[in-house]
């Protein structure tokens, strides 16, 4: 890999129409003004920054879960599923991630599997890193099917200022972990609701590389680990 290599990465394809309108404006804010048009390049760099789809390396051994989106693990409690994923209503370990305007937001798949349920529900757009963003927000959920029988719920909440969730999966699909499923728009969460008795392999605080960084470990009987800042 060379060096422009790491800077210039891909775009996923839903950005395309958004980076061509801020060139547009750009192009407008300098017939006005210099330096208004040196801030809509900046914009554009950032729009196309936002929408980038690099490749991941995703470990390939068989029960590893896997963060499905970049961000900071904003939450870790046993929370009940919602309703619409038809998991139950026993609590399980929620992994909560947030993902800042500046994360990338292709979101990937967390363990390997067939959708076996695809659930979309309206809401509100609350600040995706409150705790009951998780039951107001506008939200998608997927649950898959596992080949042990197991079945694992990921869970897209849009944002403050987030206005379209992207799911590019179809129900009975077949997903390999860390495959791409999905995006969400300008800021946003992903939930992971483990199986039972599954312990998740990350804390509050660590920050998540969608589709490399381990979540837990299926088949694995160490404990929820701790940390601390340092």
Known sequence: MNMLDTVIKPMHREGQ???AIFAAVTVGLFLLH???????????????????????VTPTREGLVVSPADGIVSLLEPAVPPAELELGEAPLTRISIFMNVFNCHVNRAPIGG????????????LNASLDKASEDNERNGI?????????????????????????????????????????????SRLDV???????????????????????ADLAGQEPARQGEVR
């Open 143 to 187: 649950v898959i099917r596992m080949e042990d029988g197991r079945h694992l719920g990921v869970v897209q909440i849009a944002g403050l200022v987030a206005r379209r969730i992207l799911c590019e999966v179809r129900d009975g699909q077949l997903l390999r972990t860390g495959e791409r499923f999905g995006l969400i728009r300008f800021g």
């Open 193 to 215: 609701y483990l199986p039972d008795g599954v312990a998740p392999l990350v804390t509050v605080g660590q920050t998540m590389v969608a589709g490399e960084t381990v979540l």
């Open 114 to 125: 067939s959708i076996a349920r695809i659930a979309y529900r309206p809401g509100k757009f």
């Open 34 to 56: 210099t330096y208004l048009g040196l801030i809509g390049v900046v914009l554009t760099i950032w729009c196309y920054y936002f929408f980038r789809d690099p490749d991941r």
């Open 17 to 19: 129409k958004f980076v």
